[in-house]
């Protein structure tokens, strides 16, 4: 754990206050109550989702009624969290340290996504349009192919942008420097909408490099992402943090076989030995499904959120900051060049006698003691292909 002064951790509880109910207020609950106002006057949701389904413009449709979903999704988790909050306090007497008690509890769930909403302000904004325009000029020489508009196009752009993001993501996972950039995002220990929110402000800088060196070699054009993919990307990415508050199961019936789903999201938010490094897509699990990496929910294996690291998720510094901070002091302790930068590159848990603590031999750790709960695609193809060969042979 990283510790930080007590008066910063004032400066924090002051900003989350200040900030969940700006954030709230101006971003959540008035649009909303705009939307119906103008629903009610003729000219707003309905409407306009009606004229854009005539005019062709189906994902834009689509894209209405999600957000719409996912503002009142969000409010009723937050709701819920509050509600629970003073629940679990109902029959003490109002003291300080029963206002305490519940305002740790709703920090516990929430405070990471205030403050990781509030603070980059301050920062360099994120220019994730920048950085496409500043990589594809370069990158589209290597271009082997131009595609076009049509339909068929649109399901191959849209699976390279997967494979992009399941490159960025896999990456970021598996490698230690990147990994300390993504990790703000998985530190939350429970699973709410606003976890969409959480992440790293300069995440994205590599990440849309990572991204756009891919597109630009599949030749997916500039336009093809903005707005139709990107905006699925983010309403879908979203969507997909709807915790148990809002969709109990979150597997989406027959869905779960053709789209990533709330269900695969929080497995990849797990910190469980079998979910570790699993599910990395956004919208389709093509790849994850391919590369041997999709992971289904097992009934028996009840999701931890969070990293294995022991954090204090309501402390700023420590989850926005914290796996930068333990990096470098393993950077400065470790003997020979060679180990300080394999350090940098290799994954979380890495060190330089073992690999025993990495996702992949836990994983491998626990399948070991359970080998029925392996279910991932690849083991499956595997799996089926032994009984195969030993029946026939
Ligand atoms: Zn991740
Ligand atoms: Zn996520």
Same mark, same amino acid.
């Given at each position: 754990?990283?510790?930080?002064?007590?008066?910063?951790?004032?400066?924090?509880?002051?900003?989350?206050?200040?900030?969940?109910?700006?954030?709230?207020?101006?971003?959540?609950?008035?649009?909303?109550?705009?939307?119906?106002?103008?629903?009610?006057?003729?000219?707003?949701?309905?409407?306009?989702?009606?004229?854009?389904?005539?005019?062709?413009?189906?994902?834009?449709?689509?894209?209405?009624?999600?957000?719409?979903?996912?503002?009142?999704?969000?409010?009723?988790?937050?709701?819920?969290?509050?509600?629970?909050?003073?629940?679990?306090?109902?029959?003490?007497?109002?003291?300080?340290?029963?206002?305490?008690?519940?305002?740790?509890?709703?920090?516990?769930?929430?405070?990471?996504?205030?403050?990781?909403?509030?603070?980059?302000?301050?920062?360099?904004?994120?220019?994730?349009?920048?950085?496409?325009?500043?990589?594809?000029?370069?990158?589209?020489?290597?271009?082997?192919?131009?595609?076009?508009?049509?339909?068929?196009?649109?399901?191959?752009?849209?699976?390279?942008?997967?494979?992009?993001?399941?490159?960025?993501?896999?990456?970021?996972?598996?490698?230690?420097?990147?990994?300390?950039?993504?990790?703000?995002?998985?530190?939350?220990?429970?699973?709410?909408?606003?976890?969409?929110?959480?992440?790293?402000?300069?995440?994205?800088?590599?990440?849309?490099?990572?991204?756009?060196?891919?597109?630009?070699?599949?030749?997916?054009?500039?336009?093809?992402?903005?707005?139709?993919?990107?905006?699925?990307?983010?309403?879908?990415?979203?969507?997909?943090?709807?915790?148990?508050?809002?969709?109990?199961?979150?597997?989406?019936?027959?869905?779960?076989?053709?789209?990533?789903?709330?269900?695969?999201?929080?497995?990849?938010?797990?910190?469980?030995?079998?979910?570790?490094?699993?599910?990395?897509?956004?919208?389709?699990? $093509?790849? %994850?499904?391919? /590369? !041997?990496?999709?992971?289904? &929910?097992?009934?028996? =294996? +009840?999701?931890?959120? *969070? #990293?294995?690291?022991?954090?204090?998720?309501?402390? $700023?510094? %420590?989850?926005? /900051? !914290?796996?930068?901070?333990? &990096?470098?002091?393993? =950077? +400065?302790?470790?003997? *020979? #060049?060679?180990?300080?930068?394999?350090?940098?590159?290799?994954?979380?848990?890495?060190?330089?006698?073992?690999?025993?603590?990495?996702?992949?031999?836990?994983?491998?750790?626990?399948?070991?003691?359970?080998?029925?709960?392996?279910?991932?695609?690849?083991?499956?193809?595997?799996?089926?292909?032994?009984?195969?060969?030993?029946?026939?042979?």
């Amino acid at each position: 754990m990283i510790p930080t002064n007590k008066y910063w951790r004032w400066v924090e509880n002051a900003v989350f206050i200040y900030a969940f109910f700006l954030i709230i207020s101006r971003d959540w609950i008035k649009p909303f109550f705009v939307y119906l106002w103008e629903t009610l006057q003729g000219k707003g949701l309905i409407t306009g989702v009606q004229e854009q389904f005539k005019e062709g413009l189906f994902s834009e449709s689509f894209l209405v009624i999600l957000w719409e979903i996912i503002i009142v999704f969000t409010l009723w988790e937050i709701g819920k969290v509050i509600y629970e909050a003073f629940k679990s306090e109902k029959n003490k007497p109002w003291t300080f340290e029963k206002g305490s008690s519940i305002f740790k509890y709703i920090a516990k769930t929430i405070k990471p996504t205030f403050l990781a909403t509030f603070f980059p302000v301050f920062l360099p904004k994120l220019i994730q349009l920048d950085v496409f325009k500043m990589v594809e000029p370069f990158f589209n020489k290597f271009s082997f192919h131009v595609i076009h508009f049509h339909w068929y196009s649109w399901i191959y752009g849209y699976l390279i942008w997967e494979l992009s993001t399941w490159v960025w993501h896999y990456c970021f996972h598996r490698v230690r420097m990147f990994w300390c950039f993504h990790s703000p995002h998985h530190a939350p220990n429970d699973l709410t909408l606003t976890t969409a929110w959480v992440h790293f402000f300069a995440e994205g800088y590599i990440t849309t490099f990572m991204q756009w060196i891919i597109l630009s070699i599949a030749g997916v054009p500039f336009e093809m992402i903005f707005p139709v993919i990107w905006g699925i990307e983010v309403g879908w990415g979203t969507f997909i943090h709807a915790g148990e508050r809002s969709l109990k199961k979150g597997r989406l019936g027959f869905l779960k076989h053709f789209l990533i789903t709330p269900s695969h999201h929080r497995v990849h938010h797990a910190k469980n030995p079998l979910y570790m490094d699993t599910n990395f897509c956004t919208f389709l699990p $093509f790849w %994850d499904w391919l /590369f !041997g990496t999709l992971q289904p &929910l097992k009934d028996e =294996v +009840k999701i931890e959120y *969070g #990293i294995t690291r022991k954090m204090d998720v309501t402390n $700023f510094i %420590d989850f926005y /900051f !914290g796996e930068f901070i333990v &990096l470098f002091s393993d =950077v +400065k302790n470790a003997k *020979g #060049i060679k180990n300080k930068l394999l350090y940098l590159v290799k994954p979380p848990g890495w060190e330089p006698e073992t690999n025993e603590h990495t996702a992949a031999e836990v994983r491998k750790k626990f399948l070991t003691q359970y080998p029925g709960l392996d279910a991932t695609s690849k083991k499956y193809l595997f799996e089926k292909q032994f009984k195969l060969n030993r029946q026939v042979s």
